[in-house]
């Protein structure tokens, strides 16, 4: 018998164990509960799997140990044994001792043993000779390691090697570990499979972009119908041997280069002839496939039409750089033009001549509010045709919006010249305009300014100009004044620097309030939940939007005091309308950038859950997709949240980055599909298509669905047709204070209930 010098701590404190226990050394153990042949069958029906990879190892061992008596030993997490392979020898031993298939080994019952102690210890163990505490098995010496779903840490059994003390070896637990290390990776690799094949039925079968799989050799593994249905590509067929003059041959031209010389591609528009000789307009995005060892196994393609976008586009970009209404170049043509010309200069160090003309038709108002804004528009127009007529090669004439102009000058000879021109716009508007035979005299002011004398960037050059006109107006209007230092305005700065001040003091004088908007189920045809919004109630300036207020809190850094602030009072609130009599229900609060990365987040969110007493299953927090970039962070803050009883959900889905790698990675409960796919999912039907799609990969990822932003009865149909759980907007209700929420409540429950239950069941 082999005596150790020195025993693991491990085992000196299972021995004290058992002395406690009033255990004697010399007694005969044996196991106090088994599992009966149907229990027994069950669990290795359950088991199989693991069992079966668990099982082709040990063999593996049972072969490099060919020759040495061993018994391998396989249990479940609470120490169950479910098979054992070996030496017969062994097991004819061990049998009067009632070790067998079927029964539970415990410290309790059977002192200090590998099976309970692997079982126990995160790092493997061994137990040889006296290191057991009962005498019967100081003859043996025992291995064991625990092995684990290693992507959740989640303890499924063990592995345990008995063999006889004279034959004790350290390698044994060497190889026991890297055997246990081959376990969890293919039992990881099987689990990871099962996602990739469900996975793949929701982005490959049942979606309606082109989806193209291949092998490392370039043959086709997987593909869908719009595919096949467009470029005839086909599965099994090879990639890289496809002739280049069939329809879709940029698309295999590309997933050559990825299968040959790994490159991605993302985002890259193709425009492409489909089996038919028609146009189609995609989105290209592929990228190489590794294995967990980053052997190169195939390459992944995406094709998303984007035909009817490309086309609206076409359409709609003239208008995106032209007014509607005139045809004149707008405010984003000039902007573009200045910075081009301003950027040439500064590249190249040349001087350049430019003249601003800020234009704007004197008493318009007056006009639009006399003879009505169709007229309005007609005399627009005629100015517009009047002014371009006038130019003609000379400058360029841009409508900024309303009744105002901008004329641009490139290499004017001076300020003499300038200032000619302005008065001869000016003289344009002596002869009246016509509008359904009656005459109408108009006037107008210009402000001129001169780069680079006037400003040295586009924006201050075209405030310059707009200085100046307002100051033709102060002389009497119908005249042009050049800009001078004198005009130079900070109002906006010193805006922003005033509203800045009275925001700091905001939360000290109780200026801000929360709204609350309605949550409501489709189901069940009820208010469930809702969402707290931050209002600014200022003495100063009224109740200012969120889009003004919060950045300044997210620039000077205010943003995480006045989100715990937001957080306390609707963690409080919802305390008082439990206290009320008002049903529990979740409410949700956004969680900014900065509160979530601060280390302290969930031992702020805790401490108010503690203070206020509200149930955390009835608080939700929001995050946004680009809060998780730091994964590893992201990881450890959402399982800590998660913890505490609160849900997760995130907003606006679809915007950010890398969806699908969080759903499987974060502990997330609620996906809410952003207002600007569901404002045109009944117009447009890459929206509505997209919308379908998280639909139902949510569902499949067993993940609740809020649609945001709904406003129409066309609107709530489809997204009760595609099965979305809940939905918020203003069809059923704007955000409203404490008191309009309480008030209303139960009114707007009931109307739900009678007024769009026909609806929504239609």
Known sequence: MIQLDHEQDYIVESKRK????????????KPKRSMSKQELMKKRNTYSE????????????????SGTPVLIVISDENGYLLHMIGDETIKK?????????????????MGTNVVSLSLQQCHPIQIIGSNHFHTILHDSACYGVAFHYTDINNLLGSICIMTATELHNPFFLTMLSTVVDSIERELLLRKQNRKLDMLNQIMVNKNRNGIIITNADGIISSVNHFVVETFSIHKDTNIVDRSEQNPGCLVSSHMKKVIQNKQSFDNVQ?????????????????QPIYDETNNFIGSYSQLRDITERYLNEERHNYLAYHDELTSLPNRRSLSETLNYHISSSLTSGTNIDLALMFLDLDH????????????????LKQVSGRLTQFLGDNGKVFRMGGDEFIFLFHNLDGQKEVTHIGKQIIDLFYTPFTINGSKFHVTASIGIAIYSNDGTDAESFMVYADNAMYKSKSKGRNNYTLFDSNMKSNSNEKDKLSLEVSLRKALENKEFIVYY????????KKIIGAEALLRWNSPEYGIVAPDVF?????ENGMISQVGEWVLSEVCDQSKRWVEMGLPKFRIAVNLSSQQFLKDNLVEVISNTLIETGMDPNYLELEITETMTMDVEHAINVLGQLNALGVRISIDDFGTGYSSLNYLKKFPIHTLKIDKSFVRDIMVDKNDSNIVSAIISMAHNLNLNVVAEGVETKDQLNFLQMKKCDVIQGYYFSKPLSVDDFEKSFYQLNDDIKTNYSSEMDG
């Open 18 to 29: 058992c002395i406690e226990a009033g255990m004697d050394p010399n007694e005969i153990r």
């Open 50 to 65: 693991i069992l079966s990879v668990v099982n082709f190892f040990s063999k593996k061992i049972l072969d490099s140990l």
């Open 93 to 109: 031993t061990i049998q009067p001792l009632g070790i067998q298939v079927g029964v539970q080994f415990t410290q309790e019952d």
């Open 270 to 286: 193709m425009i492409l002839r489909t089996v038919d000789n028609q146009i189609v307009v995609c989105l290209f995005d592929a």
């Open 364 to 379: 318009f108002k007056t006009i639009n509010d006399a003879f009505g804004h169709s007229n309005g528009d007609i005399l």
């Open 517 to 524: 908007q309605p949550q409501v189920d489709l189901v069940n």
């Open 550 to 554: 919060i950045p300044i809190l997210e």
